[in-house]
């Protein structure tokens, strides 16, 4: 079944897909089914992909540590 649905131009950019998945495959990862048993939030937790890191943040957190091991 097909929907239409109607999203602002700010939250269109935040969900743009950034490769080849379609919205469907974008909205699915942000929206969640809550799971009802053990088994399908271990299905859930071993299905999922882990979250993309952003280099930049990634490279001055390190920094940030470095610095402050070395006022120790």
């Known amino acids: ?7 602002d131009g700010e939250v ?5 897909p950034a490769n080849s998945d379609s919205f469907t495959k974008v909205l699915r990862r942000h929206a ?8 399908e939030l271990l ?15 990634l490279a ?3 920094e940030e540590r470095a610095r402050r091991s070395a006022a120790r």
């Open 60 to 62: 001055r957190i390190i």
């Open 12 to 16: 269109y950019q935040l969900l743009k």
């Open 32 to 39: 969640y089914k809550p799971a009802e048993t053990y088994g």
């Open 43 to 57: 299905d859930c937790y071993l299905n999922e992909l882990p979250p993309s890191a952003n280099p930049r943040i």
């Open 1 to 7: 079944m097909i929907k239409t649905i109607t999203i």
